[in-house]
């Protein structure tokens, strides 16, 4: 027989040879599978739909009985193998004082008592407890202990047991310095959406782990069927919760045991590596590397998701041993990757249970765990794809103010995906726009984006991934750079000011292309722009500080429609809202005195004025609350402290410190929520820090831009 199955693995891996052609890098290929195409990352192996030299060992997930007991998660279930020495742990630690020969009489005793209706599973010698802590309840009254002992007693060994669950479980951590692949397309399940195809594979080593007696090395056709009938129970969880825009269905299939070398060495790299199990199973299977990087399971997962059109492919890796269960899907290939062992052990053996399948599975698509240990509340998660990974944190973590339980967390207990985890595997909606996040061309909604204008190039990042998603020229080395809603479409547009000629150029759609020119203004004016008359369109303005005058142009026709004698030199200038009417005013800082000068309605007049800042301090202004009336700030470079006035009544609503002397400051809507956050850029090092929420705690941070740059935010698509 075995050699009958080293003789079809052998035929399977030359037919695989024979139909797999590589795609070098600069070759984009495209593949027809049944009706549907795959471009690209999608097409790594040549594949049709009649092409399967693995029908005959890899099968499809056995249908459900109809008549089984449905699975309903509930007690905290163990499998006490040798009572005694169960009784004689507890009688250590509870300090009971019970003596070697008292601890054999009472489970001699008990055997023949509460203890035989648990002996349920013909196949192992052990009690199977479905709950622990009424178990105890039940046992230290057998055996005399007052209630109040037994209550310590039942308390205590369920939270040791719910410890040990929790850190069965624990997620597989990238090494420090290691990248996460968390774009969509470097891993083969980003998200819960679509199609999931799920390639089950029962490992066995050749030099198994040590059991307790009774209990098999290898996989035996009973356990191999329990572990189908419970993983597609927690999957289907998944699938039985999905918003009907994900669209979720299930493709489960099973393969042969496998059989590696060497002995299972448990959740790490020595597993993950390009040399480890993980990879030598599916080698073992007839596949090969085809790109040289030693990761088989990569193109196992590319063959896969062709051959069967799915939107993702996950592969699970079931262990006949006690090694625990992860995720490996952020630092380790494209393939995201599972284990589960069929036990869990904390001195006694507990089963892996159908809520363990779905908790690694739902850390497979994004989520983070919701207990202490691994994550903590607020933490933005590291298996999540963007823009999920930059949109949300954990909110139902035990450690937050509020939580409800969740298969993140005693999943044992429930098979619940709490509204947090959903929104980390792509099951939320940020910009509340009815289409899902990873389905939605703007998920951020009216989220503003970055950009840094450098010798006359513009370069910008739409979705905050760090990337230069729009270049072009429009200026050059000389010219002010400036951002306007030029034509009124609800997006951002470039524009310059040549001070040398006094010449505009605007671009209304990003493209490098001159829309409009004019000569308006002259040396050593000041720019600005605003919606001067509420229109959703800008205009712009240039101040003279020589002689303190104001000319506007509201519609970039060149043409003088207002102007105004309002300041002199040494003043700032900058607009806003001032009334939350949807028309800007303007406003005037003397740092030498530290006074403002409001004029809400561009008639010359002071409408509000007071003292706020002073010489040094740099000036910005922001809906810090999201009410559509625009406040200030200041920004004191000699200490790194911002102050904010909510409200122009000249009071301090919130300061703290948050960047330093070298830093530039802006403003900007960074989430989508509608109300202002700060960040800072540092030229030195072209890292962006964004505050959120003004809580001057950095909520994300990358580098885009150089020193010599000029920062720019906008709403570019």
């Known amino acids: 027989m075995k050699k009958m199955r080293n003789f079809v693995i052998l035929l399977g891996f030359i037919m695989l040879l024979m139909i797999i052609v590589p795609a070098t890098a600069a070759e984009i290929k495209t593949i027809n ?59 250590d630690k509870m300090h009971w004082g019970f003596s070697p020969e008292q601890i054999e009489n009472y489970s001699r005793k008990l055997e023949d008592g509460v203890l035989k209706k648990y002996k349920t599973n013909p196949n192992y010698p052990s009690l199977e407890v479905p709950d622990l802590k009424p178990f105890c309840l039940e046992v230290g009254d ?37 990248k996460a692949l ?157 284990v589960v062992s069929y036990w869990g052990y904390n001195g006694e053996f507990f089963d892996a249970v159908p809520g363990s399948y779905e908790h690694e599975t739902v850390h497979i698509f994004g989520a983070l765990d919701e207990t202490l240990g691994s994550s903590t509340c607020g933490e933005y998660s590291i298996f999540a794809v963007s823009p999920m990974k930059e949109m949300y944190k954990n909110t ?38 009815g289409i899902l996040d990873p389905l939605d061309n703007t998920p951020w909604g009216n989220r503003e984006k970055i950009g840094v204008f450098r010798n006359g190039v513009w370069n910008l990042d739409y979705n905050f991934d760090q990337a230069v998603e729009n ?28 001070p ?94 530290g006074y403002w000068y409001f004029d809400y309605n561009l008639d010359g007049i002071v409408d509000k004025s007071f003292r706020y800042g002073g010489v040094g301090d740099q000036i910005i202004q922001g809906d810090w609350q999201g009410t559509g009336r625009d406040g200030i700030a200041i920004f004191r470079l000699a200490s790194g402290y911002w102050y904010f006035d909510y409200n122009l009544d000249g009071v301090i609503d919130k300061s703290f410190r948050y960047g330093g002397s070298t830093d530039q400051i802006i403003k900007g809507d960074w989430d989508g929520n509608g109300s202002d956050g700060i960040a800072i850029f540092r030229p030195s090092t072209g890292y962006w820090y964004f505050d959120y929420n003004l809580d001057s705690v950095v909520d994300y941070s990358f580098r885009f831009g150089t020193n010599g740059d000029t920062p720019k935010v906008g709403k570019w698509v």
């Open 471 to 498: 270049s072009f020229n429009l200026g050059t080395t000389q010219d002010i750079s400036i951002v306007g809603d030029w034509n009124g479409d609800g997006f951002s547009d470039a524009g310059i000011f040549r």
């Open 33 to 91: 599978v049944g009706t549907t195409v795959f471009v690209g990352e999608r097409a790594a192996l040549n594949v049709t739909a009649s092409e399967n030299p693995y029908k005959e060992i890899r099968k499809p997930f056995p249908p459900s009985d109809p008549n089984a007991t449905p699975y309903v998660p509930g007690g905290n279930q163990i499998s006490i193998s040798d009572f005694p020495r169960f009784l004689a742990k507890w009688n």
């Open 142 to 178: 057998a055996i005399g202990l007052s209630k109040k002992q037994s209550e310590v007693f039942a308390i205590a060994a369920d939270e040791e047991l719910i410890k040990d669950k929790i850190e069965f479980n624990k997620p597989l951590l990238p090494e420090p310095g290691a």
């Open 500 to 593: 040398s000629t006094g010449w505009w150029y605007f671009d209304y759609n990003l493209d490098g292309i001159v829309d409009k020119s004019f000569r308006y203004g002259g040396v050593g004016d000041q720019i600005i722009q605003g919606d001067w008359q509420g229109t959703g369109r800008d205009g712009i303005a240039i101040f003279r500080p020589a002689s303190g005058y104001w000319y506007f142009d509201y519609n970039l026709d060149g043409i003088i429609d207002n102007s105004f004698r309002y300041g002199g030199v040494g003043d700032q200038i900058i607009q806003g809202d001032w009334q939350g009417t949807g028309r800007d005013g303007i406003a005037i800082f003397r740092p030498a005195s």
């Open 396 to 433: 139902n973590h035990e450690n937050c103010a509020e939580w409800t339980n969740s298969v993140m967390r005693y999943y044992w207990l429930t098979n619940i995906i709490s509204s947090s985890s959903k929104k980390f595997i792509g099951w939320g909606d940020y910009d509340n726009d």
């Open 182 to 338: 968390t774009e969509p397309g470097t891993q083969s399940a980003p998200f819960a959406y679509g199609n999931v195809d799920y390639e089950c594979i029962f490992v066995n080593f050749t030099i198994p782990r040590p059991v307790k007696p009774g209990y098999q090395f290898s996989w035996t056709a009973a356990d191999r069927s329990d572990v189908m009938n419970d993983f597609a129970i927690g999957t289907q969880a998944i699938s039985n919760q999905a918003p009907q825009q994900a669209s979720m269905s299930n493709l489960r299939y099973y393969w042969p045991v496998v059989t590696v070398d060497g002995i299972n060495p448990g959740r790490g790299e020595e597993s993950t590596s390009p040399n480890g199990w993980m990879e030598n199973a599916i080698r073992n299977l007839g596949f090969e590397d085809l790109n040289g990087d030693r990761r088989v399971s990569d193109e196992f997962a590319r063959y896969w998701k062709a051959y069967e059109g799915a939107d993702s492919v996950v592969i699970v890796y079931f262990t006949h041993d006690a090694m625990g269960a992860y995720a490996a899907g952020a630092s380790w290939g494209y393939a995201d990757k599972a």
